[in-house]
């Protein structure tokens, strides 16, 4: 299949780990896979803890997190893919008492910022599907947006995670009105120097698109926001997965860059077209 095929040179910069609770794999089963599909780098970016007991059902709890350290650390000989320790940590309203002095202490190569509820609702969680035939399409979208804007204003994170998730299942504002809601916190991201993730992830959901979309991605180029790629996978053999499509989505969109990171510094590489 097309969409397994794995381009040179493209770290993959989304992966999680048994730790979430929703993941399956040894982490040296997602090392063997990310060489085995030409992947030159991974950064494991598992759901981040949480002392307050936000959404509990997807992530590691506190007291696992150097469990998940020392996994990592396992993986990371000699031997190639280079291997980074990352997390992938929720903005939620009040998450910043604890992520403002927790982040810096773990020594992270690189931090993903996401945003997974909209007041309480998973909107991307497939058991609360329904919930979007009843309730303001655009008006859910703005939200989200709002949210991500406040995300982008902490200055907590490296990169945005699946920028447009809300598309998940097909539910979609007007283009006028995505356009309204995104460039603000695309312009902010400029100003910020915070990247881009290009997921592939959506190409294995409803929507079977990358997020985010080749409109989106156009504008985030026009602004100059670096990019990174990442497969979310949940599974050693999801690594990768995509690659050749969002390689060429970013190219399309003008893009000749691509940023890695260590230490939570980015450094830009060129795209091998």
């Given at each position: 299949m097309k969409n397994e095929i794995?381009?040179?040179d493209l770290p993959d910069y989304h992966i999680h780990t048994p730790l979430c609770g929703h993941a399956e794999g040894d982490v040296h089963e997602y090392k063997t896979a990310a060489r085995s599909r030409g992947v030159t780098s991974l950064c494991f970016t598992d759901h981040a803890p949480t002392p307050d007991g936000y959404d509990p059902a997807h992530r590691m709890t506190m007291d696992q997190f150097p469990l998940y350290k020392s996994?990592?650390?396992?993986?990371?000989?000699?031997?190639?893919?280079?291997v980074l320790f990352g997390i992938e940590a929720d903005y939620y309203e009040g998450c910043e008492n604890h992520l403002r002095s927790w982040l810096p202490e773990q020594n992270f190569d690189f931090v993903i910022g996401s945003v997974h509820f909209i007041d309480g609702w998973g909107f991307d969680?497939?058991?609360?599907?329904?919930v979007w035939d009843s309730v303001d399409v655009t008006g859910s979208w703005r939200r989200y947006f709002c949210l991500l804007k406040m995300l982008v204003d902490s200055g907590l994170f490296d990169a945005v995670g699946h920028f447009d998730l809300p598309k998940k299942f097909g539910y979609r504002p007007e283009k006028g009105d995505l356009r309204e809601m995104a460039l603000p916190v695309l312009d902010r991201m400029a100003e910020l120097g915070i990247g881009l993730e290009i997921n592939t992830s959506g190409l294995r959901k409803p929507v079977k698109e990358c997020y985010p979309s080749a409109e989106i991605l156009s504008w985030s180029f026009?602004?100059?926001?670096?990019?990174?790629f990442g497969s979310d996978a949940h599974k050693p053999q999801e690594i990768g997965f995509g690659f050749d499509l969002a390689?060429?989505?970013?190219?399309?969109?003008?893009?000749s860059h691509?940023?890695?990171?260590?230490?939570?510094?980015?450094?830009?590489k060129r795209l091998a077209a």
């Amino acid at each position: 299949m097309k969409n397994e095929i794995v381009k040179p040179d493209l770290p993959d910069y989304h992966i999680h780990t048994p730790l979430c609770g929703h993941a399956e794999g040894d982490v040296h089963e997602y090392k063997t896979a990310a060489r085995s599909r030409g992947v030159t780098s991974l950064c494991f970016t598992d759901h981040a803890p949480t002392p307050d007991g936000y959404d509990p059902a997807h992530r590691m709890t506190m007291d696992q997190f150097p469990l998940y350290k020392s996994m990592v650390s396992e993986t990371q000989t000699a031997e190639p893919p280079l291997v980074l320790f990352g997390i992938e940590a929720d903005y939620y309203e009040g998450c910043e008492n604890h992520l403002r002095s927790w982040l810096p202490e773990q020594n992270f190569d690189f931090v993903i910022g996401s945003v997974h509820f909209i007041d309480g609702w998973g909107f991307d969680n497939p058991s609360q599907r329904h919930v979007w035939d009843s309730v303001d399409v655009t008006g859910s979208w703005r939200r989200y947006f709002c949210l991500l804007k406040m995300l982008v204003d902490s200055g907590l994170f490296d990169a945005v995670g699946h920028f447009d998730l809300p598309k998940k299942f097909g539910y979609r504002p007007e283009k006028g009105d995505l356009r309204e809601m995104a460039l603000p916190v695309l312009d902010r991201m400029a100003e910020l120097g915070i990247g881009l993730e290009i997921n592939t992830s959506g190409l294995r959901k409803p929507v079977k698109e990358c997020y985010p979309s080749a409109e989106i991605l156009s504008w985030s180029f026009e602004r100059c926001i670096p990019i990174c790629f990442g497969s979310d996978a949940h599974k050693p053999q999801e690594i990768g997965f995509g690659f050749d499509l969002a390689l060429d989505l970013a190219l399309e969109a003008g893009y000749s860059h691509h940023f890695t990171s260590e230490r939570r510094v980015k450094e830009l590489k060129r795209l091998a077209a």
